[in-house]
């Protein structure tokens, strides 16, 4: 299959998880959590999965959004993380392994600022179709979705280049 084909196939099945996940909210959250294991476990078991750095990006993205709450930048209708975000998080650091491979081509500040604005903008969707609600203005609550972006799509970018290099030196040990 072409880097492409395989890109755009990835990329749709995380957006139909991000869909499930902000319009379904509480009533998907299991079918939602039930999807994202399935998509991890058969990727795990089709090929080379970094389940470390996989573990670590979905543990730090659980974080900032706890933090957020905390703060008040974002609240739900429970007092802690749903469990669909939770879901959305794996699902998104699992995306994150295909696409930091794919855009490391790419200049690492470049990815972080769009990275940054995609991932402000998803929350600003998630607010608009209700299923969050913003502690902050939007122009506020933007600025600090962008900045917490920019930093986690950074990390991202430098935890899947490491793993990709650390792989490839393993490989070249192996020969």
Request: hydrophobic letters at 60%.
């Amino acid at each position: 299959m072409s880097q492409l084909k395989r890109l755009l196939i990835i990329s749709t099945l995380f957006q139909l998880v991000w869909f499930a996940a902000v319009l379904g909210k509480e009533a998907w959250q299991w079918v939602v959590l039930t999807g994202v294991t399935c998509l991890i476990l058969v990727t795990a078991a089709r090929e080379e999965f970094t389940w470390r750095n996989w573990l670590i990006l979905t543990m730090i993205g659980i974080v900032i959004d706890s933090v957020n709450i905390k703060f008040g930048l974002i609240a739900f209708d429970s007092a802690f993380i749903p469990i669909w975000l939770v879901a959305l998080w794996a699902a998104f650091c699992w995306y994150a392994l295909f696409l930091g491979k794919v855009l490391s081509h790419y200049p690492l500040w470049v990815v972080s600022i769009v990275g940054g604005l995609a991932g402000a903008l998803s929350y600003l969707a998630g607010y608009k179709l209700g299923a969050v609600s913003l502690g902050f203005s939007m122009p506020v609550a933007f600025v600090l979705f962008f900045v917490q972006w920019v930093a986690f799509v950074f990390l991202c970018m430098k935890m899947i280049n490491v793993g990709a290099k650390y792989h490839e030196g393993e490989k070249d040990k192996m020969v």
